[in-house]
């Protein structure tokens, strides 16, 4: 009873008090971000300690304020300071004070730093996005790329649940399926590939200069493209609302299989990537260009980048800010290891190889942003990538190479080099606006333009027979030209051209707190045209001598032709004229033109039935037009060299939220989908490697020309503190009529693209926890860790194909091209306090395991992409406000990155090599 009497005291002196006192509550914003929460921000009582910090909504409250006028001060690091005055508290109320701040013109650079990454690109903001988009969505900010030491855009992309990345290349997987089941977008806004082969550009290109943030949206809504089952990458660019600053950094990387080797490279490429013949006829490069590799004269990869940008403050609304990044990296690899090219037999072993990859990237980006008042704002934002690779490949350096094509021997001896240079260049234009129309309109589009140059100028390929006999020691023995056809030595020249137009436009309406409506229209028109063109040596005499295979150039000369070779176009001239097809330039041997267009208009609806459920269905419909003219070789007579498809599709989605409480959410999500053929899919032209050939399949454009894709998502999130995170995911696909990779029913083994099946089902779950071990007195993280695992089971029947190309299957079902069933990412940050010294150091961990790389055909196994455990270390130091000194270890664990067919009786390997770790230093200042 005296327990009760107490409590009931308590309660009434409670009751008492806050009849006496009031309080002020209100939402901060962000209005140079359309009006966002600002969450972190500080709201003071002046002249009091009184007060408190927003949510993760904005929101605040400072409670227990005695009846009377107050001042509030609202501040945010890097923001103007928004004072407002005679704020009236009356007892038993609340007093409502919305307050929206914007970013300061004249703030010191130390504060614009801290700003720009704590509220646009730090992992607290973007999990504060994730908490409140509709759609399934996971990103990571500016702030966490420099942590980890996260170069470019495919390495981050890697670090969230579910996504995996292809060893060696920007090419991603998320949730278990391969590139051409993902889409990638700049700013909102379509970008083009940069690679015949692949759907999406290579996410290595995008520097992690040029990236504010990049998220990854696994569920579809209405405003995505039909085109649409693994998810979107989003890149957004950084832009700058601060001061004026300037930042630049050098540094040097090296590879530990590269030190000591003499590195080698194609003749005719610049120190910075580009290629200084393309206006020269290919004939003309064949006859005035040798053959042979030249030194890269050294082995030791540098980089350099600077950053600067300034705002303006115009009259009392309007302020212009201008963003500018730059930067050059190359890099050094060597590879060696065994080479196979297995079809449905062994054609051509290498037990040895040796492989120099020497690359360079340049990347430039610029963006003006022009903030006309608080309810307009325009940008414009210029992209470019340069992104060149030499890669010089000798396979059989040992003597031991073989190939049952021979003619001398075909069990030893047989030797191939490959001397390649590849430059892709992008340009990208975008115009993006946003607008507040009223109170409830807000209006946001986009255009853009994008253009690709993706060039392989003079590939040089020369095959040898009886090597082992130049490695004997006997001068008087020596290897032979390789001569079954002229094409086993040869010079490959091939241009490909990406032009595309894209738009977007998106009106939101906001009939009530409880309930807005989008409308809007996206689209794209893009088209590709190909083009090849390859010359043979042609040798006079049979079992002509080499000498030596590094110095072909002595052979290989003006004066040598028409007396030991003859160069050979296939597709050549006119032999009515009597000009024959030999020693004169010929027409392309191979050309494409593709376009597609999509244009689409959709509508959804936010439905808050209450504070804790919110409904987003939503509707698109799609119109999708594809075509392709061809005209390449080795085709029947009666192919009519071209294809088209034209499908409307409607395109139903429903996303639902429950928030379980403040911290909690509980997501659902239903969608249809679909996935159209690439170009690369669809051109039956073939490309040929050393050991692989890939090429398209015109019939994927007959009906159906599509694949239906059905989605089911279901996930909880726990946002256990501002960068603390627990979720566990569960998801289902059905994919009808689904594409994939297959060896096809020719003699050459060639991998095709073929719709393998009716339907491939795809079942998984994740996991993902972000969570500080140790903390601060402030309570920032001292010790933190992140883990994501995703498992995926995947199924799908098999039946084979007939048309222009076929395939069989001798079983009924296999798994999913592309899906690993784990993916496991993780990191370890530590960040301590030395006084001014303040350095983070970073353990990042990924893995992914055993995937099939092509499916095999007939009695043939697949190709599997063996797994690869990956592990780097980044350690940051801040020695003062301007310095940093910066190391890097990456590729700790060197695996060996390998790729097997699946045979019976056991797997060959097709290729094995492991590359070496990467140490780099870095030093960066800031002016």
């Given at each position: ?506 009106l939101s309406y906001d009939i009530s707190e409880k309930l807005k409506f989008n409308f809007g229209y996206n689209g794209r028109s893009k088209q ?101 003219t061809y005209d390449v070789i080795n085709l029947p007579a009666t192919d009519p060299g071209a294809r088209d498809a034209s499908e409307f599709f ?33 051109a039956p032209f073939v490309y040929e490697d050393v050991t692989q050939r890939i090429g398209g399949n015109p019939n994927l454009l007959n009906d ?224």
């Open positions: 009873m005296r327990k009760l009497l107490i409590g009931l005291l308590l309660l009434a002196t409670a009751q008492i008090t806050a009849q006496e006192t009031g309080s002020i509550v209100g939402k901060l914003t962000d209005t140079d971000f359309n009006n966002d929460p600002l969450a972190f921000a500080n709201i003071l009582i002046e002249g009091t300690t009184k007060g408190t910090t927003s949510d993760f909504d904005g929101l605040y409250e400072i409670a227990n304020l005695d009846p009377g006028t107050y001042t509030v001060v609202y501040s945010f690091l890097g923001y103007e300071t928004i004072t407002k005055a005679d704020v009236v508290v009356e007892a038993g109320k609340s007093t409502t004070v919305d307050v929206g701040l914007s970013a300061a013109a004249g703030v010191e650079l130390e504060e614009f730093v801290g700003t720009g990454t704590t509220k646009k690109e730090s992992e607290a903001a973007l999990l504060l996005d994730q908490k409140n988009a509709t759609i399934v969505k996971e990103s990571i900010g500016a702030q966490e790329l420099s942590f980890k030491g996260i170069s470019d855009a495919a390495a981050a992309v890697n670090k969230i649940s579910g996504v995996s990345k292809q060893e060696g290349g920007g090419n991603v997987y998320v949730r278990g399926l391969g590139d051409r089941y993902l889409n990638t977008t700049y700013n909102g806004l379509p970008v083009p590939s940069n690679n015949i082969e692949k759907k999406n550009i290579d996410l290595n290109l995008f520097s992690s200069d040029v990236i504010q943030n990049v998220g990854v949206s696994k569920t579809h809504a209405a405003n995505f493209y039909g085109d649409f089952a693994a998810g979107n990458v989003d890149i957004t660019a950084k832009e700058h609302t601060g001061d004026f600053f300037l930042d630049v950094d050098l540094g040097t990387t090296v590879n530990t299989n590269a030190v000591g080797t003499d590195f080698v490279k194609s003749e005719g490429t610049g120190y910075f990537g580009f290629y200084n013949r393309y206006r020269n006829n290919p004939y003309a490069v064949l006859l005035s260009h040798g053959v042979d590799a030249i030194s890269s004269e050294g082995n030791t990869g540098v980089s350099g980048s600077f950053a600067s940008g300034k705002s303006w403050n115009i009259g009392d609304a309007s302020r212009l800010s201008v963003f500018a990044t730059a930067s050059f990296g190359n890099s050094f690899e060597f590879r060696e290891g065994p080479a196979v090219d297995y079809t449905t037999v062994e054609k051509k072993r290498f037990p040895n190889s040796e492989q120099y990859e020497y690359g360079r990237n340049t990347t430039a980006m610029a963006n003006i942003v022009y903030r006309i008042n608080d309810k307009h704002k325009v940008k414009y934002n210029s992209l470019f990538i340069n992104d060149a690779t030499d890669e010089v490949s000798y396979f059989g350096t040992k003597g031991l190479g073989s190939n049952r094509d021979a003619i001398l021997d075909t069990d030893r001896g047989f030797y191939q080099s490959n001397v390649q240079f590849s430059q892709d260049m992008i340009f990208v234009n975008q115009l993006l606006g946003t607008s507040t129309l009223s109170e409830k309109l807000k209006l946001d589009w986009g255009v853009g333009y994008n253009n690709v140059l993706a060039r392989q100028p003079d590939r040089k390929r020369i095959s040898v027979e009886r090597y082992d006999l130049e490695l004997d020691n006997d001068e008087s023995t020596n290897g032979f030209f390789f001569s079954n056809i002229a094409y086993d030595n040869q010079r490959y020249f091939q241009d490909i051209e990406d032009s595309e137009l894209n738009a977007r436009i998106n590709r045209t190909f083009e090849n063109i390859r010359y043979g040596y042609d040798f006079i005499q049979p079992n002509t001598p080499v000498g030596d295979v590094r110095n072909l150039d002595g052979v290989f000369t003006q004066e040598n032709l028409g007396t030991v070779f003859n160069t050979v176009v296939f597709n050549g001239l006119d032999p009515q004229n009597g000009l024959g097809n030999t020693n004169l330039p010929g027409r392309f041997e191979n050309t494409y033109e593709g376009n597609l267009n999509v244009h689409a208009f959709y509508t959804d609806a936010v439905y808050k039935i209450s504070d804790k459920l919110s409904f987003v269905p939503g509707i698109r419909l799609e119109k999708f037009n594809q075509d392709i409607i395109l139903p989605s429903l996303n639902v939220k429950y928030a379980l409480n403040e911290d909690q959410n509980l997501r659902f999500s239903f969608s249809s989908t679909v996935s159209n053929p690439e170009f690369k899919e669809v159906p020309a599509f694949s239906r894709i059905y989605n089911v998502d279901i996930k909880y999130e726990w946002f256990m503190k501002p960068s603390e995170l627990l979720s566990v995911a569960a998801f289902a696909k059905a994919i009808n009529d689904p594409v994939n990779l297959v060896v096809a029913n020719d003699a050459t083994g060639t991998q095709r693209f073929f719709r393998t099946g009716d339907q491939a089902q795809v079942l998984g779950f994740e996991f993902e926890v972000r969570k500080a071990l140790i903390t601060d007195a402030d309570e920032q993280s001292v010790l933190s860790t992140g883990i994501n695992a995703t498992y995926t089971y995947t199924k799908q029947d098999l039946k084979g194909s007939n048309g222009v190309f076929s395939t069989t299957f001798d079983r009924e079902s296999d798994q999913l091209q592309g899906a690993s069933p784990l993916l496991l990412n993780a990191d370890l940050s530590y960040r301590p306090t030395f006084g001014s010294y303040k350095p983070v150091a970073n353990l990042v961990f990924s893995y992914f395991s055993d995937r099939i790389d092509a499916l095999g055909s007939g009695q043939l196994g697949n190709i599997i992409e063996k797994a690869v455990p990956t592990l780097d270390f980044v350690w940051k130091n801040n020695i003062n406000e301007k310095m940093e000194l910066n190391a890097s270890f990456k590729n700790l664990l060197n695996p060996t990155i390998e790729r097997v067919r699946e045979v019976e009786g056991g797997d060959v390997t097709l290729s094995s090599f492991k590359r070496g770790l990467n140490i780099g230093f870095q030093f960066k200042y800031k002016f």
